[in-house]
């Protein structure tokens, strides 16, 4: 059974920094590309980052880009996103997804999961 539990979360300043980290069970992992997801209050869910099974690749909303990182340990089984310079608006529920193959180009599959909160304020 696939199993994407997300943490790291907290609260912090504006200009602050987090890692948000995704230990994954229950599927190939090193096989898989993988996503950050975000949903802010009253806001529909926006991807944030991806990267590919190699972790060769990434791609980011332009929202984050420049500030936020996207990593992949495939011998732990874990993907990571490191979020610096912190803004009010990236105050929101992030969540980690499994695609259905190696290249982020197709589509995410299985449930999302509990997420961890990112709370940006001073």
């Known amino acids: 059974q696939v199993q994407l539990v997300e943490s790291g979360g907290g609260l912090v300043q504006p200009g602050g920094s987090l890692r948000l980290s995704c230990a994954a069970s229950?599927?190939?992992?090193?096989?898989?590309?993988m996503s950050w997801y975000r949903q802010a209050p009253g806001k529909e869910r926006e991807m944030v980052a991806r990267?590919?099974?190699?972790?060769?690749?990434?791609n980011y909303a332009d929202s984050v880009k420049g500030r936020f990182t996207i990593s992949r340990d495939n011998a732990k089984n874990m993907v990571y996103l490191q979020m610096n310079s912190l803004k009010p608006e990236d105050t929101a529920v992030y969540y980690c997804?499994?695609?259905?193959?190696?290249?982020?180009?197709?589509?995410?599959?299985?449930?999302w999961g509990q997420g961890t909160q990112v709370t940006v304020s001073s």
């Open positions: 997804r499994q695609h259905s193959g190696s290249t982020y180009y197709l589509p995410v599959t299985g449930d």
């Open positions: 229950g599927f190939t992992f090193s096989s898989y590309a």
């Open positions: 990267i590919t099974s190699t972790g060769r690749s990434t």
